[in-house]
């Protein structure tokens, strides 16, 4: 297994099979075509510039057949009840986040705007399974 991220916060502690490797997915990966079985990435909103170009690079290293696994959250506190309240600091907060997020080109609501799904098609994904969860 590979594992690899922008900065070395890896833990010294992991399994004889593993690896981590410092590189920017939001650049090419330095990965050959058709290498990797399973690709997971996670919490990446606020750090991908280009999500079509991201996924276009994990569906090129993928091995026909292989799978990809997506998980991000809402960036912004929600209430299905109604109690979070317009004027209250955590909507406020979120706010606030979204729209810094889109002044530097990087986007927060990357599920509220469904932009997962639709890059990943782009990128020649098919048979998507979607889950969504709250947090009660």
Not at 50 to 55: R, S, Y
Request: overall charge negative; aromatic content about 16%; charged content about 25%.
């Amino acid at each position: 297994m590979i594992g690899f991220d922008i900065s070395p916060i890896q833990p010294s502690w992991v399994p004889p099979n593993v690896k981590f490797e410092i590189d920017d997915a939001c650049r090419p990966w330095t990965y050959p075509d058709n290498s990797f079985d399973f690709v997971h990435l996670r919490y990446l909103f606020g750090s991908i510039d280009d999500w079509n170009a991201l996924f276009k690079e994990a569906y090129r290293v993928l091995k026909p057949g292989g799978y990809i696994e997506t998980f991000e959250a809402a960036s912004t506190f929600q209430s299905d009840d109604g109690s979070l309240a317009e004027d209250s600091p955590f909507h406020q907060w979120g706010k606030v986040f979204v729209e810094a997020g889109k002044k530097f080109g990087r986007s927060f609501s990357v599920i509220e705007d469904n932009t997962q799904q639709s890059a990943l098609a782009a990128a020649g994904f098919v048979d998507q399974d979607v889950m969504d969860y709250k947090v009660s």
